[in-house]
């Protein structure tokens, strides 16, 4: 009865007649209240803008008093409901939640004189947070309890909290470096996806740094950066067995760990392994993960969209091309698809375009379906929008064009191209993470010079088909490297086929 005292003396003191919300029996009965207008059209999309909003509510543009003082009363009633949120059923994020929620709660109540309470409050949010390595919340916790400790005279308190602080102090500090670091090399990668040596030198050193503190400290963040590094650096080296047993040790930890292990993580060392396995050509174990994602990652969202990426490559390099036309057409028929990036947006594009080719060409008795919902003329006169890519997807983009002009026996089209193809492979593509789209241009390009003679195309390509061969595909998702959305060695049989229809 005393902490229930000390908390309504806090609580009367303060005078709340009210606490203003959204709840599901305000939204039943005002469907007329302006503030539910507001967050309701928000909620729906039914607002795109502050104009639109305006217009509606009140008949007037956005700078009108009225609806500024709506929005602001509508924001801070949302910033209320903050604190009023629902579990949902994810543990891990439920706690952080509620240990953040009642750190404030406890730092509150001693601040307002409550201090029995407010004691009583932080000790169990730290034992709490302990649990679950929310480091951030265990040093406030900390700090608060030994401050208060001193004041009370708990020696003995105050010299458990004052050791555990000066430790976790030591992790958070780690923590916080640790993050410094892989962030870095997120960074670095965002401006180029190029393997620097020195790049990679620095990620090793990173890994081996964060190792130590890992060993020390057994940090649950510290694990998880630790993972990623890891899961950046191996792709860089072409380690994908490494990728995988990586990945295995993550899930190993998770499963041992299953309170820190939200269903995301799951799915983010899902989705490495399955691109790893794609990498190694290992389609059967890289469709097994791409289910385990297809579960656990929520459809629409963006790590969802990156999943479906590789999901779309892994089916056309298995040639499921029925499972990458499904693909693709979830991506695209999602309401939200029209707002997303530019570039994943034009992306999409070209898949469908492959998609095209695959069908109405490799597979003729699709073309006429296809071709109804592709606008061939248009792709092959369109300026790429990736103008400013010298690598990649500009790379995927000139072949595909190629292919159908190929197709349609347009050779003045093709030398044409392969003028500027002599170009872009001697100025932007060299033996880098580009090798392979460097080597299939030469392929095309003796094509022209042996002006499309099957049998001296194939002699004269060979050294670079046995390149291509003994060089693994490598994509990472975001960066300006190839793009193989049909395996090379796979278009280029498709090629020698056409050839073989143009020597007849």
């Known amino acids: 009865m005393r902490k229930l005292k000390e908390i309504v003396g806090v609580i009367s003191r303060r005078r709340i007649r009210k606490i203003e919300v959204f709840n599901e029996g305000t939204s039943k009965s005002s469907n007329n209240n302006l503030y539910y207008r507001l967050y309701k059209g928000i909620r729906d999309g039914v607002y795109e803008n502050d104009e639109d909003a305006a217009q509606d509510l009140f008949q007037t543009d956005s700078s009108d008093k009225r609806y500024q003082m709506l929005k602001s009363r509508v924001k801070s009633k949302l910033l209320n409901n903050l604190f009023f949120l629902e579990s949902k059923t994810n543990q891990y994020f439920d706690m952080r939640y509620k240990c953040n929620r009642d750190l404030f709660a406890g730092k509150f109540l001693m601040f307002n004189s409550a201090l029995e309470t407010g004691y009583s409050t932080l000790k169990s949010t730290l034992a709490e947070a302990q649990k679950y390595h929310f480091t951030d919340v265990i040093v406030n916790c900390l700090t608060l309890l030994r401050n208060q400790a001193a004041y009370l005279a708990y020696e003995s308190d105050y010299n458990k909290f004052s050791e555990a602080l000066n430790f976790h102090l030591e992790v958070y500090n780690a923590e916080i470096k640790a993050e410094e670091k892989y962030l870095n090399v997120i960074l670095q990668f965002s401006k180029s996806s190029s393997p620097k040596p020195e790049l990679s030198a620095l990620i090793r050193r990173d890994m081996s740094e964060v190792k130590q503190w890992v060993e020390k400290y057994r940090s649950h963040e510290l694990m998880l950066i630790y993972f990623r590094l890891q899961l950046i650096y191996y792709p860089t080296t072409q380690e ?100 997303v990036q530019p570039r994943r947006k034009e992306k999409w594009k070209i898949f469908e375009a492959y998609l095209n080719y695959i069908h109405a060409v490799a597979n003729p008795e699709g073309e006429e379906a296809m071709q109804q919902k592709f606008r061939l003329f248009k792709f092959l006169n369109e300026v790429p929008i990736y103008s400013r890519d010298k690598r990649g997807l500009n790379v995927a983009i000139l072949i595909l064009q190629i292919l159908f002009l190929l197709d349609r026996k347009d050779f003045n089209g093709i030398i044409n191209r392969t003028e500027a193809l002599k170009v872009y492979c001697s100025r932007y593509l060299r033996s880098d993470e580009n090798y392979r789209s460097n080597c299939f241009l030469k392929m095309m390009l003796a094509m022209e010079k042996k002006n499309f003679n099957l049998d001296q195309t194939r002699k004269i390509a060979r050294k670079y088909y046995n390149k291509l061969e003994s060089t693994r595909f490598h994509y990472e998702h975001g960066s300006r490297s190839e793009i193989e959305i049909v395996p090379y060695e796979h278009l280029w049989n498709l090629i020698l086929n056409k050839l073989t229809m143009v020597k007849d």
């Open 240 to 339: 994908f067995k490494k990728v995988i047993a990586v990945c295995n040790e993550a899930e190993k930890y998770l499963n041992e760990n299953e309170h820190l292990a939200p269903s995301g993580r799951y799915a983010e060392f899902a989705l490495h392994k399955m691109v790893g396995y794609m990498h190694l050509r290992d389609y059967e174990n890289g469709l097994k993960n791409a289910e385990k994602c297809l579960v656990l990652y929520p459809a629409g969202g963006l790590n969802w969209m990156t999943f479906q990426e590789y999901y779309f490559l892994l089916a056309m390099h298995t040639k499921n091309y029925e499972k990458a036309n499904e693909i693709y057409q979830s991506v695209v028929s999602l309401p939200k698809f029209e707002s």
